[in-house]
C-alpha cells in the first residue's frame, strides 16, 4: 500500500522567511501533484510534476520531484499571508483493480504566515 | 466552464438515520472520485468511476456506504445507517481522461459536503 508522509505537518513563519515542506512517498511513482486548501474551502490544483527531475514555479512557490529519491519538495520564498492555507502533495499509483490510476494524498501542511 | 457541483453544503443528522450526498462533475470527465476528509487529514479515496462504471471501491465501507453514477454523469454517494465516525467532509472530484498518462490527469475538487453524525 502507498504511503505519502509530509513534514512538517505545521509550519509557522514569518513573511518574507524561505521554508520548504517536504513529501516523501513510498512506491516508485513519477507523478506527483501539489494542491492548496483555504479554511473550509476545496482543494485547488497548484502544481503537476510528470517526471524525474520535473521543477515548476508560480509565483512565490516553486515544486521538485525527485523520483529516484521518492521525495518531492514544495518551496517558499519570501512567504506573505496570502499564502496561508493546507498544502497537500498527493502521489498517483494503480487503483487496485489495475484498471486506472488514483491519488494517495499525504496529511498536509498547514501553513500560517505571520506579519 | 463550470465546476464540480455539489450539495448540500451542510448536513447533520443522528447515529442510525441515512443521508445521501450528490455530485456533478465537470462537463465530458469521464472518470469520478469520492472522497472522505477527515478533519486534519487528507482526503482518501472512497470510490472511483469511469464512466458509469466502478473502477475502484476497496476503500468504500460497504455495509453502509453505497455510490452510484446515473448514466455516467451525476453521482450520489448514500450512508445507511450512519456512525459518529463518518462525521468529515466529502468531497466529489471529476478528471478529464481516464487512466491517460500524457500531461497529468488533473483532479477537479468541488466544494464538499460537511456531514455531522450527532
Known amino acids: 500500500e502507498l504511503k505519502v508522509e509530509q513534514n512538517p505537518l505545521f509550519l509557522s513563519m514569518q513573511e518574507g522567511k524561505n521554508y520548504t515542506i517536504y513529501c516523501n512517498y513510498s512506491t516508485t511513482s513519477d507523478r506527483l501533484y501539489w494542491y492548496r486548501q483555504d479554511p473550509g474551502k476545496s482543494l485547488e490544483s497548484l502544481f503537476v510534476l510528470l517526471s524525474n527531475g520535473a521543477v515548476k514555479q508560480e509565483g512565490r512557490l516553486m515544486a521538485s520531484l525527485d523520483t529516484k529519491a521518492r521525495l518531492s519538495t514544495l518551496h517558499i520564498t519570501a512567504a506573505v499571508h496570502d499564502l496561508s492555507a493546507t498544502y497537500f502533495c498527493?502521489?498517483?499509483?494503480?487503483?487496485?483493480?489495475?484498471?486506472?490510476?488514483?491519488?494517495?494524498f499525504g496529511k498536509g501542511t498547514l501553513l500560517t504566515v505571520n506579519p | 466552464e463550470a465546476g464540480v457541483a455539489q450539495s448540500p453544503r451542510y448536513k447533520i443528522i443522528e447515529k442510525r438515520q441515512s443521508v445521501a450526498f450528490w455530485c456533478n462533475p465537470i462537463?465530458?470527465?469521464?472518470?469520478l472520485y469520492w472522497y472522505q476528509q477527515i478533519l486534519g487529514q487528507g482526503p482518501k479515496l472512497l470510490i472511483q468511476f469511469q464512466n458509469n462504471g466502478v473502477v475502484d471501491d476497496s476503500q468504500l465501507p460497504k455495509d453502509r456506504f453505497s455510490a452510484e453514477r446515473l448514466k455516467g454523469v451525476d453521482s450520489t454517494l448514500k450512508i445507511q445507517p450512519a456512525k459518529l465516525e463518518d462525521s468529515a467532509v466529502y468531497l466529489c472530484a471529476s478528471s478529464l481522461v481516464p487512466g491517460y498518462r500524457g500531461p497529468g490527469n488533473i483532479q477537479y475538487f468541488g466544494a464538499g459536503t460537511r456531514l455531522s453524525v450527532l
Open positions: 498527493a502521489v498517483e499509483d494503480w487503483n487496485s483493480g489495475g484498471s486506472n490510476y488514483k491519488l494517495t
Open positions: 462537463s465530458g470527465h469521464a472518470t
